[in-house]
């Protein structure tokens, strides 16, 4: 703990000293663009780091930058009891670093290193968890800007892929190591549309040093369109993803999966309402079976920013096919792909498949930097022939040995302050309350757990 708090101080000088900056670093840190800082002729030196540039004419620049992240994490009871118990907590800590490389107009080089260690865990860390030192990201850009404000982009390389609400690829921003990819993709935008094309194969995290070899394992490929500006919904996104692994293991069976995947999804994120609704079919091949598979979202806000603390209402509500029966030659359970790791809170018990929740929330805004929230959580197996998920799709509980369906109710608040762009403070706690069908199936303890994160970006 004297550890972290040293950081903490340490961390708390630093936004002291960047508060006057102005820059918003985004989720993906290859999508920031310094150039403007080229018509500047009296830089600061943090301004320098940002944009350096290596060529008279100014077109060919150096951009730097990074993030340090400390997480102190606590359970009682985890895995409802199934894990070893730890009186402590542990505390996960994540470095990036990155250069980002421009040569004029056309060509880009973006490197990026990640350091994920896990200190204090009374049992031995998952290689999600701990990553000493690996490239996390090295990829080459050939832009060909066209008329109009149009763009064509073709990325070459290990990099990040996300899509959408992140429901099926994500960052995993949540745990300790973030998800990369090998692969090549084709970019295209408009003012209006971006339309997305890859083929990737799934980078799998190993704990040491530079080991995140390629994985023939696992191939991933899609396309993903976005439409903006489309009257009444705002906006649309149509998409296709297709998973190919050699083992793949779900409560009936184990097998080489082949699965396809098509979806949309319907969202705004302006004015007082905010919507996301998005659907998804899968189909295809697991072992012998055809899978057949499907869920339905819904995720809805309403901010009420004339009364004090501005709060927003919301409601989530989830359908998540699981298999029907067991051994009829078909599988109905849904496969996320790469979903976020922190699905359900930064507790990450149960995983997106086989599912039903109804999920109300509560935010307030206490002031421009504090934000506070609460959040309530009801889950049930959506099939009783199917087991339920963790995150990554292994399989945590059997449905085999009992037809109960509740599986518990989750309670969370979560409390943030984000003093400037910079620093980022969070505590949130979490209680699940086991129900029927955790206690069927296992020891069924009630969970509690809390989390406090402190991370700096630069």
Do not use: C
Not at 162 to 176: I, M
Not at 290 to 300: E, F
Not at 343 to 350: N, P, Q, S
Request: proline fraction near 3%.
């Amino acid at each position: 703990m004297k550890k972290f708090l040293l950081v903490l101080l340490a961390l708390s000088w630093q936004s002291m000293a960047f508060a006057q900056e102005e820059f918003t670093f985004k989720p993906s840190r290859f999508d920031e663009d310094y150039a403007a800082l080229s018509l500047d002729s009296n830089l600061t030196w943090y301004q320098k780091a940002k944009y350096h540039p290596l060529s008279k004419n100014a077109k060919t620049y150096l951009s730097l930058g990074g993030e340090i992240r400390y997480q102190y994490f606590y359970f009682k009871n985890e895995d409802w009891g199934e894990s070893a118990k730890d009186k402590d907590g542990y505390i996960l800590t994540r470095y990036l670093a990155h250069a980002d490389l421009h040569i004029g107009k056309h060509l880009r080089t973006f490197l990026q290193l990640q350091s994920s260690l896990a200190n204090g865990k009374a049992a031995a860390p998952s290689a999600v968890d701990e990553n000493q030192l690996d490239l996390h990201q090295a990829f080459i850009d050939v832009a060909y800007p066209l008329p109009e404000q149009k763009k064509i982009i073709v990325r070459l390389g290990r990099q990040e892929l996300s899509y959408g609400s992140q429901r099926l690829v994500a960052l995993r921003d949540g745990p300790n190591n973030r998800q990369a990819y090998d692969a090549g993709r084709l970019i295209y935008m408009t003012p209006h549309v971006k339309a997305d094309a890859f083929f990737s194969h799934y980078v799998q995290s190993k704990r040491n040093i530079f080991d995140d070899g390629f994985n023939r394992n696992t191939k991933f490929w899609g396309t993903y369109f976005v439409i903006g500006r489309i009257p009444v919904v705002q906006n649309i996104d149509v998409y296709y993803f297709g998973l190919s692994k050699s083992v793949a293991s779900f409560d009936d069976g184990k097998g080489k999966e082949m699965r396809h995947s098509v979806g949309s999804r319907i969202w705004r994120t302006t004015g007082s309402w905010h919507y996301d609704f998005e659907g998804v079919y899968q189909f295809g091949k697991f072992a012998d079976k055809n899978i057949a598979a499907w869920t339905a979202s819904s995720n809805s806000s309403y901010s009420f920013s004339s009364l004090k603390y501005k709060p927003r209402t919301g409601l989530k509500t989830e359908l998540i096919s699981g298999d029907k029966n067991y051994g009829d030659g078909a599988l109905n359970s849904f496969n996320p792909l790469f979903p976020r790791g922190a699905y359900f809170g930064l507790a990450a018990l149960i995983g997106p498949s086989n599912l039903a929740d109804i999920h109300p929330s509560l935010s307030l805004e206490l002031s421009k930097t504090i934000d506070l929230s609460f959040d309530y959580d009801v889950f049930w197996r959506f099939s009783r022939n199917d087991g339920i998920y963790a995150p990554n799709v292994s399989l945590i509980y059997s449905g085999k040995n009992t037809g109960r369906k509740f599986i518990g109710q989750q309670y969370s608040s979560e409390l943030s302050w984000a003093p400037n762009n910079f620093l980022y403070f969070r505590a949130e706690l979490t209680w699940f309350k086991t129900g029927a069908y955790l206690k069927a199936v296992g020891p069924g303890k009630n969970i509690f757990f809390t989390g406090f994160t402190t991370q700096l970006k630069f």
